[in-house]
């Protein structure tokens, strides 16, 4: 866990400094049109995801050098059918939301998931063991490299151009170091039937579920996109970046540390598990959610202070976000549980209620309070998904609701202040 947060707290504090000068070098279009580009590489990024990670970190074949060659080829084949797609799909998009610009920009984004495809499969190898160092060490290299790059061509060129470029650079970077840095490990083009059939076997709910988890994420900055000017996107997509500060915390935690473990206990000693679980959740609700609160309270003062007067909106879009994201990380504990058990159906079924009911609450709440009423939306609909997965999680062991309870009054009240007093909550 030590490991997860030292690349946590520097990740961000990268990304902090990185937006605060890059505000100051490009216009919330850049932002904007960034953001419309990465809804659609990251749908066919996602729309191809068969839970390779997961099946090594799971599986009790995850350190057969057979299964983890299998895993590293479909790791490659995605990443080169990703990027023929994105290029196809480029045009359309770039005349669907008029802008040209978008043509060349998507496809120089694809060249990165084809490159990034031959990442060492060892980076799975070492979340499986909890070996972090060398991983944290690497992505916080790459990460350093990339946001150079970027502020380099942002102060050369002026144009969104600047945010792909940096992409590049990374991706063949985390490559590179990958296969340099890590244990070493021969890896080799390989189709074994076995692994092929249990990769496939648990991977395709995995896809169905993260398709779904897609449209009620990434996606909806699509639809955004279709309803909002391109400039005020760019501000949305700024304040949820920093409101899901504190959830990227615990989605990493998670998946780095608690499902590796909880696998484990799982394989070895399944009667510890709902323990563990409840110990979890109790840590996410009383070490984390309060983090969100504060962030409400504190969403204006903080954009005032780190942006200038052409990003004074991002206050109020900051302020709901903050709502929404705190909604969301009180589910991760449940989702974890379904992929330890090996529910990945029941986790697709979970991320369709998502889905639907987030797009729904969008939809909704812009047409009764426009774009603030939109962000208050997508957190309506996230309660939907916090309560299905604590049922679910009731049918399966033991469970109090009062963590949640307690959680969706407090943000159900921050909501209906902010929105009552105009959203400019003061403290």
Request: aromatic share 10%; hydrophobic share 55%; charged share 10%.
């Amino acid at each position: 866990m030590l490991w997860t947060t030292v690349g946590f707290v520097f990740t961000y504090t990268l990304r902090l400094g990185s937006t605060l000068v890059l505000t100051r070098l490009l216009a919330p279009e850049a932002f904007g049109i960034m953001a419309i580009s990465l809804v659609f590489m990251t749908a066919l990024y996602m729309f191809s995801d068969l839970g390779t990670v997961s099946s090594v970190v799971r599986s009790t074949r995850g350190d057969d050098p057979d299964f983890l060659n299998t895993a590293w080829t479909i790791q490659v084949m995605r990443g080169f059918g990703i990027c023929i797609a994105v290029c196809l799909i480029s045009w359309p998009v770039s005349q669907i939301y008029g802008e040209p610009i978008l043509f060349p920009l998507l496809c120089a984004l694809s060249v990165i998931s084809a490159i990034e495809g031959f990442v060492s499969i060892r980076l799975a190898l070492a979340q499986r063991h909890l070996q972090l160092k060398s991983v944290t060490l690497i992505n916080m290299t790459v990460q350093i490299v990339s946001l150079l790059v970027n502020i380099a061509a942002a102060y050369w060129l002026r144009s969104p151009w600047a945010l792909i470029i940096g992409g590049l650079c990374g991706g063949v970077l985390r490559v590179a170091l990958g296969h340099v840095c890590l244990q070493h490990f021969r890896h080799r083009l390989r189709f074994e039937p076995a692994a092929l059939a249990e990769i496939v076997g648990f991977g395709r709910w995995v896809l169905l579920a993260t398709i779904l988890s897609y449209l009620g994420g990434r996606g909806i900055d699509g639809i955004m996109g279709l309803m909002v000017p391109v400039e005020t996107l760019g501000r949305i997509t700024i304040a949820f970046t920093i409101s899901w500060a504190a959830g990227d915390l615990v989605t990493k935690i998670l998946s780095n540390v608690v499902f590796p473990t909880m696998s484990r206990i799982h394989r070895d000693r399944p009667q510890d598990l709902p323990a563990v679980v409840a110990r979890i959740r109790r840590l996410v609700m009383l070490c984390v959610l309060p983090a969100f609160v504060l962030l409400v309270l504190c969403a204006h003062p903080i954009a005032h202070l780190l942006y200038d007067e052409r990003y004074s909106a991002v206050g109020g879009y900051l302020a709901l976000a903050a709502i929404g994201s705190g909604i969301t990380v009180a589910g991760m504990p449940y989702h974890n549980l379904m992929m330890t058990l090996g529910r990945s159906r029941a986790y697709s079924v979970l991320m369709f209620a998502n889905s639907v009911c987030r797009i729904l609450g969008l939809f909704v709440g812009y047409q009764l309070g426009g774009d603030h009423g939109m962000l208050a939306g997508l957190a309506a609909g996230s309660v939907i998904t916090l309560l299905s997965a604590a049922m679910w999680q009731r049918r399966i062991m033991p469970l109090n609701l009062t963590y949640e309870i307690v959680t969706l009054c407090i943000f159900s009240g921050l909501a209906i202040y902010l929105l009552g007093e105009g959203l400019q909550p003061q403290l």
